[in-house]
DNA sequence: GTCTATAGAGCGATAGAC
DNA sequence: GTCTATCGCTCTATAGAC
């Protein structure tokens, strides 16, 4: 390897896009969606700030490919924690999964769904979306029926609360229990379920 | 009245604190915090950008200045709406009036509780944000006793993901029903009280 | 106490060299 | 395909006139 990488001088490189989506998802994830910031994923990977709009429109563009690929992952932590035949302990589950990856990455239905990235009509982004929904509405047709929607809208509510909330280190900071937060945010999906469904 | 006001040449006011405070809560419940800008907040009053920075120390001590303003409206809208005896009716319609006020208003636990307000020291803002905290724990005391920092907990996160769902547009995007978020809000929180305390 | 003016920074986006 | 350079904009905050 001659000559070390990341350098500020000139190079090229392998797979940029690839690479501007790494550094793009750790970008949303520490500054959230509105400071996300183009230039400051171009200057993470050591890469000029012009470089990214070789390969993507504009910076909602980039936002939405960025945030398709973050709602892929989500999709993905919630389909590998809500594998409980009870459709009650997966719905759940659902929750907590859902409630720890959007506090930590800073992606879930409100940037999936924000109406800027609507926009940029990125396909993957709709997808993962649907995809993420099914996991929820799934478990709750089984539960609820005619109800699923409601009871879906409910611990969705529910487990994006906790996302918020702990994002932004309102659970934590007095915490005087060291139950984690995807145990927490279960359990109060688990008891609106049995409340909401009798 | 000689001379219309909100000209854009000289002059000079009232009360511009208090007119820059009323202003601050109109930009923060359409920005929101991370979009808060004192510029604007300025321009919308008439004045320079520089004269907020006479009466505030500097864009946190404001935003912590307006954030108390509007956690003041928040407990009273709560307090005005959870007047029930029964305390899990009392609770239910506090987490509604919380969904509505933080929808609208943009300012709920998070911000309260933002670690960069807290650098704020605002004694105001402590304050307001104990008083909302107490029209949730109060009940929660009545209804689960040692439980209650848990149901409070569980209550809120639930209120506050009505809330941010609902103010991104999430909620309101491809609705079904006409239900109000209120109404919608408070029903999910007596389900979730009903199934936390039995 | 409010103004004008400005410094200094960051960002989005484009033009043109290589 | 990436770079350098730059424009235009917005923001925070300060200095100094009035």
Known sequence: MPGGPRQRGRYHHGDLPSALLDAGLEQLATAGPAGFSVAEVARRVGVSTAAPYRHFTDRDGFLAAVAARAAERLAAAVAAAATDDDPRDRLAAAAGAYAVFVAEHRTGFDVVYAPALRAARD??????????????????????????????????????????????????????????????????ARALIDGAAG
Do not use: S
């Not at 993420?132 to 509405?137: G, I, R, S, T, W």
């Open 123 to 188: 396909a993957d982004l709709a997808a993962a979306g649907r995809a993420v929904m099914a996991l929820f509405l799934d478990p709750a047709r089984e539960i609820a029926g005619d109800g699923a929607l409601e009871l879906t809208e409910q611990v969705v509510a529910l487990a994006h609360g906790y996302a918020t909330l702990d994002a932004e280190g309102f659970l934590t900071a007095d915490r005087v229990t060291d139950v984690p937060t995807a145990t927490r945010a279960r359990r109060a």
